[in-house]
């Protein structure tokens, strides 16, 4: 089993920026991917960036690309994304998510983080 646990979500301004920590335990060395996914109130969750736990290769979403980046401390077992230039679009629950192995489906989630973007 992993365990994950989300923070640093909160309220911005449009233009802003916010940087979101998911911090693993539990079963953490049989992490194959993370990943960020977020949920706009009234919309599907979404694919947001994954991270390669060893390699740190990474995959982003189109509305991610050129503003948030994903990283990792595999030291720290935490992931992070740091999301530059906000918009009120971003406003969302953000959830953060791994799995054991390639092709695999995300079977570990966390309980969520909010940000909210002002305008």
């Known amino acids: 089993q992993v365990q994950l646990v989300e923070s640093g979500g909160g309220l911005v301004q449009a233009g802003g920026s916010l940087r979101l920590s998911c911090e693993a335990s539990?079963?953490?060395?049989?992490?194959?991917?993370m990943a960020w996914f977020r949920q706009a109130p009234g919309k599907e969750r979404e694919f947001v960036a994954a991270i390669h736990w060893n390699s740190g290769s990474t995959v982003y979403a189109e509305a991610a690309k050129g503003r948030f980046t994903i990283s990792r401390d595999n030291a720290k077992n935490t992931m992070y994304l740091q999301m530059n230039s906000l918009s009120p679009e971003d406003t969302a629950v953000f959830y953060c998510a791994a799995n054991e192995g390639r092709g695999q489906a995300y079977e570990y989630w966390g309980q969520g983080t909010q940000v909210t973007v002002s305008s």
């Open positions: 539990g079963r953490t060395f049989g992490i194959y991917m």
